[in-house]
Each structure stands twice: as C-alpha cells, then as structure tokens.
C-alpha cells in the first residue's frame, strides 16, 4: 500500500531564507501534486508532476520529483510571509486511481 | 464559476443521528472525491467516484455512505454518527482520475 510520509510536519523560518520539503512515497508513483492550505480554509493546487526529473516553478516555489529515488521536494526561496501555510504532497495510486496525501508540512515565516 | 460547493459549511450533531453531506461541482468534472482532514493526519480518502454511476471505498469508508446522483452531484451520508466521526470533511473533483483536484470549502462537522 501507498505511504507518503512529508518532513518536516512543522517549519518556522525568518522571512529571506532558503528551505526545502521532503515528500517521500513508498511504492511505484509517477505523478506527484502538491497543495496548499491556509488556516480553515480549502485546499489550493499548486504543482502537477508528471515525470521523473520534472521540475515545476512558479514564485518562490519550486517542485522537483525524482521517481527513481521516489522523493519529491518543495524548495522555498527567499521566504515571504505570504508563504505561511500547510503545504500536502500526494501521490497518485495509477491502479486505484486515487490520491494519497502526506501529513503536511505547517510552514510558518516570520518577519 | 463556482467551482465545488459544499453544504453545510458548518453542523453539530447528536451521537447516532444522521446527515448528509452535499457537495456539487459545475466543471464538467468525471471524478469526484470525500476526503476527511484530522488534525496530524493530513487527508484521508472515504469514497471516490471515477466516474458517473461507479462508487469505491477509500482509505476510511467505516460508518459512511456515498451516492453519486449525477455528473455533478455526490453525497456522503454518515447513518448513526460517532464522535470519532468530528472532522472536516472535503469533496473534490477532477476531469479524470488523475488530474489535480478541486477541492470545496469544507464542511466542520462536530458530533457530540
């Protein structure tokens, strides 16, 4: 059965710098999502990745997956305040045809 | 556009009443999803639908019915409501199975 297991669960950083989720998936999965929650509020589509070595980028979010190592990660660059919030991978079970998600990583950015 | 809506946004049951929850999406979507948000554990999938007519049980489908009435519409039906049943519940739907999902707003459903 499909695990996906993120790391950190909890991140507080000063805004300016640099830092990295993991996404880990434990069996075969070539398409990985990523989303973003704010506090009470619903989930927002960030990142589709298709293929192994697919990077995404869209700020100071970008998105990489290497299917080899089943690892996906989430660098922040130059962290922003606005970038609070928690932040799920998940990854496609293409027999099941249905998402699991990791636990989320809580990001808080502070001044 | 509305997107996916869900109702009620909020509901506070007795233990062993039941409700449904409503959830409609407006996109021309085939699958739709009821996901169910506990604090530490990220989502956790009940029921899907791949498609119009078909259901299947996800990872927690214990204690929880669904019915998809159309293209457009899937219900979650919880028939005699436990207090391990107090989560935030989400719908969500996609063009196909493996495209990103659309997510509702959430319904907070508290059971006492």
């Known amino acids: 059965e499909l695990k996906v297991e993120q790391n950190p669960l909890f991140l507080s950083m000063q805004e300016g710098k640099n830092y990295t989720i993991y996404c880990n998936y434990s069996?075969?999965?070539?398409?990985l999502y990523w989303y973003r929650q704010d506090p009470g509020k619903s989930l927002e589509s960030l990142f589709v990745?298709?293929?192994?070595?697919a990077v995404k980028q869209e700020g100071r979010l970008m998105a990489s997956l290497d299917t080899k190592a089943r690892l996906s990660t989430l660098h922040i660059t130059a962290a922003v305040h606005d970038l609070s919030a928690t932040y799920f991978c998940?990854?496609?079970?293409?027999?099941?045809?249905?998402?699991?998600f990791g636990q989320g990583t809580r990001l808080t950015i502070n001044p | 556009n509305a997107g996916v809506t869900q109702t009620p946004k909020f509901q506070v049951l007795k233990t062993g009443q039941s409700m449904t929850l409503q959830c409609a999406q407006d996109?021309?979507?085939?699958?739709m999803y009821w996901y169910r948000q506990d604090p530490g554990m990220g989502l956790r999938l009940i029921y899907y639908?791949?498609?119009?007519?078909?259901?299947d049980k996800g990872e927690v489908p214990n204690g929880y019915n669904v019915s998809r009435l159309n293209k457009r519409e899937f219900s979650l039906r919880l028939e005699s409501a436990a207090p391990s049943q107090t989560s935030v519940y989400f719908c969500?739907?996609?063009?196909?199975?493996?495209?990103?999902?659309?997510f509702g707003d959430g319904t907070r459903l508290s059971i006492l």
């Open positions: 990745l298709l293929s192994n070595g």
């Open positions: 969500a739907s996609g063009r196909q199975s493996n495209q990103p999902q659309h």
């Open positions: 998940a990854a496609f079970i293409e027999g099941a045809q249905k998402l699991v």
């Open positions: 996109m021309n979507h085939n699958s």
């Open positions: 639908s791949a498609s119009e007519g078909t259901t």
């Open positions: 069996t075969t999965s070539d398409r």
